[in-house]
């Protein structure tokens, strides 16, 4: 019965988006508020923008609901309501205009912070079987850690409905994996993430190659804010789900990462646009977005959920999981040359 409600449940979230995302989309052509393509663009026809504030707003409103009839604590409405908004509203504000560097970082930190501390830092890790506390450094860990997850999200969000299919099977693999630890039970974390879940796959209708509208930074960064503090959550309610949470999230952690350090070192701009991500050259490679979407899908699918669900399982220790997840996801960024120059590829 309570898995009947909760599929009604997420139909219903899912269709608001749906129909919310709709009326942006008709908002942006009205107003013309289109992204242009340009010499870095992985799109070629003008396309409306910002459709992912819709996302936001059901989230958000969803997570009053849930908190008024007790499916969440007021800590958590607190925590993901407050942060969710401030990087939501700054990344709107981007989208329709320019705000510098400093400030949208700022922002990001100050988000990261109240969460963090809102929900009492980094969760003990679990290894070998021992719960390990970092204290007062895993308050610092878990800040940088949901910064970089805030900003790669927006790096990822570069070709049609990869953020969106990532955060979907991002969700739904945490969610299952809760289950699993706590007696097929819906904990906080597992909630959170199949409203999320179900609120991006309102929006992915409208976002699946090719693309009537894109997701804007206002959701973006809202998006990697909220499944790095939902991997927190969940970590806290049980030490394994920190590992699980990492594993689904190896395909965008891992072309990020590998990118960043690699256009570090050659002493590249940060802050310039560039299309040297893996999932950049793969969809010039495969001619299309769609290719590289679907097959980040069965990534997500196929090969990180089997090992996540291992560890939630007991069948194989989370770093160790860890290390077998990752490894074949950076080879792969390598192959899709991730971070390597321009010039070098096309």
């Known amino acids: 019965m309570v898995f009947v409600l909760y ?16 009326q942006v989309r008709n908002y942006a052509l009205k107003k013309n508020v289109l992204d242009i393509p340009n010499e ?16 936001v707003i059901v989230f958000l409103a969803v997570l009053c609901i ?58 003990p890790v679990s290894l070998l079987g021992i719960n390990v506390n970092l204290s007062a450094l895993g308050y610092v860990i878990g800040v940088l850690y949901l910064v970089w997850l805030l900003n790669l999200y927006n790096f990822m969000d570069g070709i049609d409905g990869l953020a969106s299919i990532e955060a979907i099977t991002v969700c739904i693999g945490s969610s299952v994996c809760s289950l699993i630890l706590h007696q097929w039970t819906f904990t906080e974390s597992a909630t959170l993430s199949i409203v999320l879940a179900s609120a991006v796959a309102g ?4 976002n699946y190659p090719p693309a009537k509208i894109f997701m804007g930074d206002a959701c973006s960064g809202f998006l990697g804010l909220m499944l790095g503090a939902l991997s927190l959550l969940a970590g806290w309610e049980n030490s394994l789900m920190l590992w699980c949470s990492l594993i689904l999230l190896a395909v965008f952690i891992t ?11 050659r002493g590249e701009k940060l802050y310039e646009a560039h299309r040297s991500h893996a999932y950049q050259y793969a969809s010039r490679y495969f001619s299309g977005h ?17 090992i996540a669900l291992c560890v939630a399982i007991g069948w194989l220790d989370g770093y160790l999981a860890v290390l077998i997840a990752y490894i074949p ?18």
């Open 7 to 22: 599929g009604f449940f997420c139909l219903i979230v899912c269709a608001l988006t749906w129909g919310l995302t709709a």
């Open 290 to 306: 769609k290719p590289v979407t679907i097959f980040v899908a069965l990534i997500n699918i196929c090969w990180l959920f089997p």
């Open 329 to 346: 996801m950076i080879a792969m960024a390598y192959k899709f040359k991730a971070g390597a120059a321009e010039f070098q590829n096309d």
């Open 203 to 206: 929006f992915m209708i409208w």
């Open 66 to 123: 849930l908190a008024i009839n007790k499916w969440i604590t007021v800590i958590s409405l607190i925590s993901f309501f407050g942060a969710g908004s401030l990087v939501s509203v700054v990344g709107f504000l981007d989208d329709h205009g320019h705000i510098a560097a400093r400030w949208r970082l700022l922002a990001h930190f100050g988000s990261a912070i109240f969460i963090v501390f809102m929900l009492g830092g980094l969760p």
């Open 255 to 265: 072309d990020a990462t590998v990118t960043l350090f690699r256009r570090l070192i």
């Open 40 to 55: 870095r663009s992985s799109h070629s026809v003008p396309t409306p923008r910002g459709g992912g504030i819709s996302v």
